[in-house]
């Protein structure tokens, strides 16, 4: 079986009807150039849960730096973290 013939776009546009994929190629094009569909991230915050008001852990708990924010040195592995994202469509 012969492969068809490949035809120019604009050879007869008038010959052309409109096709299914049209939505899905915008759609997708829209996407990569990311003019849509793209989230961005604006902040990020996160903090270790304390299991109750005596929960401290001097060897690494959270401390105030020069500029009055909290600075979290590190945490365990089965510490219960949460961590929170502000994002702009």
């Keep these: 079986m012969e492969a068809p013939a490949l035809q120019r ?3 007869n546009p008038s010959s052309y009807t409109s096709t299914a994929n049209l939505p899905v190629s915008l759609a997708l094009i ?10 961005r991230v604006a902040q ?3 903090e270790r849960v304390r299991a109750g008001p005596h929960d401290e852990r001097p060897d690494y708990e959270e401390w105030v730096d020069e500029a009055g924010g909290t600075v979290q040195r590190m945490y365990r592995v089965k510490d219960h973290v ?5 994002l702009l469509a």
């Design 9 to 11: 776009a604009d050879a």
């Design 44 to 46: 990020t915050s996160h």
């Design 30 to 39: 829209s996407w990569l150039t990311q003019s849509h569909g793209v989230l």
């Design 82 to 86: 949460v961590s929170r994202a502000v």
